[in-house]
Each structure stands twice: as C-alpha cells, then as structure tokens.
C-alpha cells in the first residue's frame, strides 16, 4: 500500500497518468475532490477555493488573509484524506505536503513546450503559438505560487522520487514505471508509516480548526498526544487555554492536549511578595 502524488504541467498528460496509475493499482485517484473536502469541512466555497488556487498567490492572500490559512486548510484535507493509502493524487502541493512520509512516491511527469503547445492547440482549437503563450503564462503563475506558498521551486527534480519524461517515454511506458516502483518495499506502508501519517493529520486538523483563532502558532502529534505552542505573548493565557480545549474539544483521535501560551502581561519581580516589601520597593 502506498501514496503516489504526481506533479505535472498543464498539458503534460500527468492526469491522464494518475488515472491510469490508479485503475491498474486499484488506487483511489483525487485532484480537485481534496478543494471540495477542504471547502465543506472549513466552510469557505469552494469557488473561492479554485480562484484562490488558480489565480496564485495574490487572490488567495484577498481570500484567506494570508497563505497560512489556506496551507493549514488545504494540508488537513489532504492528509486526512491520504492517510489511509491506497491513493494516487496529482495536483498541486502534494509533494510540499507529503514530506518526510516514507510510503509516499513522489513523482513528476515532463513534457516538452512543443507537444505541449500541439496538445494544448488540439483542446482549445487555436493555434501552436497562442497555445505556447498561454502555457508560458500558466507556467510562471505555478512557478511564482510554488514560490510564494512553499518557498521553493516545485519544478526541482530533487523534490521528487520519480521523474518521467515523456519526450522519451510513452503514456504506456510511465504508468508502468510508477506502478512497479510504488510497490517496491521503500514505499509499502508500515505501522510506522501508518502512525506518522495519521499524527501529521491530526495535528493539521488542530491547526486548521485554531487558525482561524490564532494565526501563529505551532501544533505537533506523537501517538494522539497533541501540543500547542502559541508563538505570540498573549494578553489572557488562561482564556486562551480555555478557547483552544473548546475548539478542539470535537476532534476524535486527541489521546492528551497539551498548550503552551506565553503572557504578554509584565509582572513586578515583587508580585509574589508580603504587601510589606511591595511598599518598600
């Protein structure tokens, strides 16, 4: 059992790939079902959610008031829905979201600008070169969200496992190559495995549902032990304590909730002591 996440370009035949993959392994494969997930699950529609994703970074810092919220809306409903294997996803940011997962076999799937412009020619009834101008455009929009939201290029080879290039290989030859490669042991699913994923959902279920509350913060998982940290000082603790053990009171899979919050309030070095010294000091 594994993940396979497949990362390609507009036109670059990668759904078709996923697809494939999918059937041939009896995977479940999902793209744009996680925005719908993501979108019922947080409340937010789930156009705005497509226009966010597809109109990069500026529309979605209109829409969710910074990347933050949507990177912990957005991985929640990813990993929740990955972890139970047995998955072929191909969109955007699994690669990002999946790190650090042994069982999951990232891959990208490449494809030259002239037979992407053909393709992308044939689907639109236009021309090669307003095909290659659109995909020069959408190609600087992937490259400038990868950036802005994860900090890093996501075309890089050494993101990945896997990558295919379909100048040399056919739909056929790739599907193959995947295949037999996600079900090597390196990426078979492990208890281990199974445990790390299913604490990185948790605990980006406790984000995504506190975020909204407290946008910086830090939320780790071992075993269903979950942590807060409340990176900023705060001005009633207590009450925001409280706040989280009530937001977080309805999530199943919370063994023990931990929160760490820091006082913005300064306190005299005399607070504690007998009303005689504090008049003294």
Known sequence: MAVITISRDMCSKGALIAEQVARELNYECISRKILMEASDQFNIPEIQFAKAIHDGPSVFEKIFHGKAKY??????????????NNVVYHGLGGQFFLQGIPNVLKTRVIMAMDARAEEKAREENISTTAARKLLVNDDKERHNWGMHVYGVNTGSNELYDLVLHLDHLTV??????????????????????????????????????????????????????????????????????????????????????????????IRSPFHNAPPSMRHSA
């Open 71 to 84: 990177i912990a809306f957005f991985q929640a409903a990813l990993l929740n829905h990955v972890k139970k």
């Open 172 to 265: 056929s030859d790739c599907v193959s190559l995947i295949c037999e490669t996600a079900q090597k042991n390196t990426f078979c699913a492990t208890p281990d495995s199974q445990a790390h994923m299913a604490d990185l959902a948790l605990a980006a279920t406790v984000k995504a549902i506190l975020i909204a509350y407290h946008a910086n913060l830090r939320v780790s998982s071992h075993n269903g032990r979950v942590i807060v940290h409340v990176n900023d000082l705060v001005d009633a603790p207590d009450r925001t304590k409280q706040k989280i053990q009530d937001l977080t009171a309805h999530i199943t899979g919370i063994e023990s909730l931990s929160i760490h919050v820091k006082s913005n309030v």
